[in-house]
């Protein structure tokens, strides 16, 4: 298998998409910030001096799904139907989860979209959270489900 963003004389491309049909589209990422028990304690009861982190940070992660496009080179604008981005609090592990999901009828997939979603989200949380613990940790960004398209659907158990 080549890569497909790269010609035969090894310059990069844009994905040619023209003779593909449109279908629905569908793609679940995931990923998770770990940060002191002080930290979460303040983001769960809402006590940041910065304001609502979980309420900015899931704007955040719609906004930056949406405009995907203008900050990976390659990708393609993508008119999407649908972004949700929601976080799933781990008060055992002062984990904050962030889930975002986004669909579209479309000639490409969305999956860079619903990564692009929990980075910017993740991100956010820890620029509004780093006056409290700058040793946060963001990980296990991943695509952990896919539909739509050739390649046809993904599934990836949940995990780090």
């Not at 449109?22 to 910030?33: D, K, Q």
């Not at 992660?61 to 203008?70: E, H, L, M």
């Not at 989860?97 to 991100?123: I, P, R």
């Amino acid at each position: 298998m080549s890569f497909t963003h790269v010609d035969a004389k090894g310059n990069a491309v844009m994905v040619d998409v023209s003779e593909k049909a449109v279908t629905r589209r569908r793609a679940v990422a995931r990923g998770t910030l770990s940060m002191s028990e002080e930290c979460f304690a303040m983001v769960r009861e809402g006590r940041a001096k910065k304001g609502d982190v979980l309420g900015v940070a899931q704007i955040a992660g719609i906004q930056a799904a949406k405009r995907t496009s203008d900050l990976i080179p390659l990708c393609h604008p993508l008119p999407l139907d649908r972004v949700a981005l929601e976080f799933i609090l781990h008060p055992a592990l002062c984990r904050i989860e962030a889930v975002c999901t986004v669909q579209c009828e479309g000639k490409t997939g969305v999956e860079m979209e619903a990564l692009t979603g929990v980075s910017a989200a993740l991100l956010t949380v820890y620029d509004m959270c780093k006056a409290v613990d700058r040793s946060m940790c963001i990980q296990a960004i991943r695509l952990v489900e896919k539909e739509g398209g050739k390649s046809g659907p993904f599934h990836q158990e949940q995990g780090e």
